[in-house]
């Protein structure tokens, strides 16, 4: 039986259509998603969503309908998860990050390892950064059981894109649940500036200012690195991570024409200083990405987040039209926690196989748009 779900829920926005078909392809469940990206001003798939779309059509033998530009509507029906290697070309400066999310899931619970290479932005508006990823939720996923490594050969920015990352994904037994509920001390903060193809004296006004703010503040950075990026364009990173005994947070900025450097400082210092100020164990980022993997683990999952927001909210309730859970949301607390199904596939099909799914540049007008 086909489940149907509402892209319009909620948020409306791209996040619903990656989990279900994250969800699809782990359960092997038909879907048919309407009104896809209701919620945002240019509705229906944009080139990310569709690149996305086609690449887990090739990792799930799947049948689709309605995968194209503009589409509002979207069947896709998986039959066989395909692990080994796999070539994701967006085309546009469209999130890497994103992607790399709705297929992580699926490969983690294949038959054997698989090695995704994906071109795109890597740095770009309205998505976790490569650095989120892998200086933050890749930590949170190995606590729950998973192996993943990462890597970045070249920096994609928006609009240029051109990026390139690598994951490494070795198959898990089944996810780990977690329990967050309180933060425990900060060991230690690291900065890092970078820019590609400007100045590096961007870079350095970037860190300069985050010194100056957090050490007025209190604070100490362990770290404090500049990195002068290989890239295709120009852009500026300003990302501050901070460890604590149990958990990791990120912090992001990116500049753009003109955008001082301070202020891409600011940003991000005032985004960490927010979340010190709290009792939040991860941030709402992580807490974004965290809750499909606390569905499928086996065992009470549990975190407090710095807001819950309708991000969050919209995303728990596409889980919950999948799986037979109830996650409990304390709002006061800003506490998300659930008792995961355990899911492990009890037979695969799976396949190694060599996967390339390419979807070229489209015209202008769609490349110059951030996707969300």
């Known amino acids: 039986m086909t489940l149907e779900i509402d892209g319009s829920y909620g948020e409306g926005g791209g996040q619903i259509l990656r989990t279900s078909l994250a969800l699809a392809a782990v359960l092997q469940q038909p879907v048919k998603i309407r009104n896809i990206r209701a919620g945002r001003k240019k509705p229906g798939l944009r080139p990310q969503h569709l690149a996305g779309v086609r690449a887990m059509e090739s990792?799930?033998?799947a049948c689709t309908q309605g995968a194209e530009l503009g589409s509002t509507q979207l069947y896709f029906a998986p039959r066989q998860i395909r692990y080994g290697k796999h070539t994701v070309n967006i085309g546009t400066a469209g999130s890497t990050s994103l992607?790399?999310?709705?297929?992580?899931?699926?490969?983690l619970l294949a038959g054997g390892a698989s090695q995704l290479t994906i071109t795109g932005g890597?740095?770009?508006p309205w998505s976790p950064c490569f650095h989120y990823l892998n200086e933050v939720f890749v930590p949170a996923l190995r606590e729950m059981g998973c192996t993943v490594s990462l890597k970045i050969e070249r920096w994609g920015w928006y609009p240029r894109g051109g990026g390139i990352i690598v994951a490494t994904i070795t198959p898990a037994a089944g996810f780990s649940s977690v329990e967050w509920l309180q933060r425990e001390k900060l060991k230690e903060i690291h900065l890092?500036?970078?820019?590609?193809n400007l100045p590096v004296s961007i870079a350095e006004r970037q860190r300069d200012r985050v010194l100056k703010r957090l050490s007025g503040k209190g604070y100490s950075i362990a770290k404090a690195?500049?990195?002068e990026a290989p890239s295709q364009g120009t852009g500026t990173l300003l990302f501050i991570k901070a460890r604590f005994e149990n958990t990791v947070a990120g912090f992001a900025s990116l500049g753009k024409k003109g955008k001082p450097a301070e202020k891409v400082a600011d940003e991000a210092s005032s985004a960490f200083l927010q979340f010190a100020a709290s009792d939040a164990s991860v941030d709402n980022h992580l807490a974004d990405q965290l809750v499909t993997y606390m569905a499928l683990a086996k065992?009470?999952?549990?975190?407090?987040?710095e807001r819950i927001t309708k991000h969050l909210l919209t995303n728990i309730w596409v889980i919950e039209q999948f799986l037979p859970v109830r996650f409990e949301i304390d709002k006061a607390r800003r506490k998300v926690s659930v008792e995961g199904t355990g899911f492990w596939p009890e037979e695969t099909s799976d396949t190694p196989e060599e996967i390339v799914s390419i979807f070229l540049p489209p015209s202008p007008r769609y490349r110059q748009e951030p996707d969300r």
């Open 299 to 305: 065992g009470r999952s549990s975190f407090i987040v």
């Open 99 to 107: 992607v790399l999310q709705a297929m992580l899931p699926v490969l």
């Open 59 to 61: 990792i799930t033998s």
């Open 122 to 124: 890597t740095h770009v």
């Open 192 to 196: 890092l500036s970078a820019i590609s």
């Open 225 to 227: 690195a500049l990195v």
